[in-house]
Each structure stands twice: as structure tokens, then as C-alpha cells.
Nanobody, 123 residues
Framework: QLQLVESGGDLVQAGGSLTLSCRGS????????IGWFRQAPGKEREGVSY????????DYLNSVKGRFTIFRHSSKNTVYLQMNSLKPEDTAVYYC????????????????WGQGTQVTVSS
């Protein structure tokens, strides 16, 4: 059974950078498509980025394109989300999710979820 654990969330000033980690245990993460999602208070959960398996196709929410980068580190069984030029509107709990069969920015395409990590961007 695959389990996911996110880490790397923090309080950062606008314009700063953070790298979030999604570490897998119990299964090899390379076999799964991984999505990053976020949920701000009072808002719906939205897809931020994904990386597919096995092709490595990536895509991003329009508002983060050019600022965020998703990538795998296979030997660490981890998928990262590098976030640069952070804005206050990026403030949210960030979740990673996994799927063996689907990928995309729709949360319903994923069936394994982590517990989330808080990102707060101050202005």
C-alpha cells in the first residue's frame, strides 16, 4: 500500500521560494502519476501541477506557470514541487496525490492522498 507524506511547507515572504516534498513509502513512486493540489481557507481544492507515469508529462495551473516546477527524484522515492516568486495568493495547504491509472489537475483522478503541508506567503 502506497503512503504519501508531504513536507517543506513554511512561512515565507512574497517573492521567496520553497520546495515541497512528497515522499512515498510502501511502493515505488515512479509507477504513479503524482499531482500537487492546494486548498486555501474557504476555497475549493485546486490542482496545481502533475507529473505522469511513465511518460513524465507535466502541466501546471495557469497562475503558477513559469514559477513552479514539478520533478521526480527516483532514488529518494520523492516528487518535488519547486515554488519560486511566491505570492500571498499561493497561501494554502498543499497536498500530493497519486494514481496508477490517471493524471491531470482534477482531484478525482487520484485515489491516494497525503496529509498536507501548510504554505504561508506574507506580503
Amino acid at each position: 500500500q502506497l503512503q504519501l507524506v508531504e513536507s517543506g511547507g513554511d512561512l515565507v515572504q512574497a517573492g521567496g521560494s520553497l520546495t515541497l516534498s512528497c515522499r512515498g513509502s510502501g511502493r515505488t513512486l515512479d509507477y504513479y502519476s503524482i499531482g500537487w493540489f492546494r486548498q486555501a481557507p474557504g476555497k475549493e481544492r485546486e490542482g496545481v501541477s502533475y507529473i505522469s507515469s511513465p511518460d513524465g508529462i507535466t502541466d501546471y495551473l495557469n497562475s503558477v506557470k513559469g514559477r513552479f516546477t514539478i520533478f521526480r527524484h527516483s532514488s529518494k522515492n520523492t516528487v518535488y514541487l519547486q515554488m519560486n516568486s511566491l505570492k500571498p495568493e499561493d497561501t494554502a495547504v498543499y497536498y500530493c496525490a497519486a494514481s496508477l491509472t490517471k493524471y491531470g489537475l482534477d482531484m478525482f483522478e487520484y485515489d491516494i492522498w497525503g496529509q498536507g503541508t501548510q504554505v504561508t506567503v506574507s506580503s
